[in-house]
């Protein structure tokens, strides 16, 4: 939570209820550390300088370096105050960051991002439908699309290739197959052949041995 904001207890509720709905949406590709309401669990920086945002990213693998933070605001924090104090601070990370808004205050956290030079990473909205919170993509640098889209086409590179690979694998053992198949019936062709030439010669055999007679 920010130093200069105290949200009201629904508030407050619900933003940790959406802190504890991301969690597992982020596990799937890193290690998620929370800080929901006053917990210090999950810092970035160490000593005086740590900063807590509500969630912090780390790779799985060995690596410690930092992959991203992800900040949740309620209606309360889409303010000036609020996007100086802490979006600001997490804009200069060397890491993405996420901005997680009310679905009615998306623009105004747009107008402060570009206003306040916030490097901001992705914008999305939630909103409740009954029980359920849903999210959505309302944002996306520019430059992260291109660098996302950059490694996207060099995994998809790969596959392609094997399956290249596999193509010309396939077609050579279907023409293999398919000459095999010629020569096999060359040969069924020829036995007939020389069975039949057998069977015609047998009786001009018969009658070359009654003439003799």
Not at 46 to 60: C, K
């Amino acid at each position: 939570m920010s130093p200069i904001l105290v949200r009201p207890v629904r508030e407050q509720l619900e933003h940790d209820r959406i802190i504890r709905l991301l969690q597992p949406r982020y596990r799937r590709r890193f290690n998620v550390g929370m800080n929901p309401g006053s917990e210090t669990s999950a810092p970035v920086g160490d000593g005086a300088e740590a900063i807590y945002p509500d969630l912090v990213l780390m790779p799985t693998g060995r690596s410690k370096k930092l992959a991203g933070v992800i900040e949740v605001e309620t209606g309360e924090s889409v303010n000036a105050l609020e996007a100086m104090a802490q979006w600001a601070i997490f804009g200069r990370l060397p890491a993405e960051f996420a901005l997680y808004v009310p679905a009615g205050s998306v623009e105004v956290a747009k107008r402060l991002c570009l206003d306040k030079h916030i490097g901001v990473t992705e914008i999305w909205t939630y909103h409740m439908i009954g029980d359920q919170i849903r999210f959505t993509q309302v944002f996306r640098s520019p430059i992260e699309a291109k660098l996302s889209a950059a490694r996207a086409a060099a995994a998809a590179a790969l596959p392609r290739k094997k399956r290249a690979t596999v193509k010309r694998v396939t077609t050579r053992t279907a023409k293999a197959r398919g000459a095999a198949s010629k020569s096999t019936k060359a040969s069924s062709k020829a036995k007939k052949l020389a069975s039949s030439n057998s069977k015609k010669a047998k009786p001009a055999s018969k009658a070359a041995r009654t003439r003799r007679r």
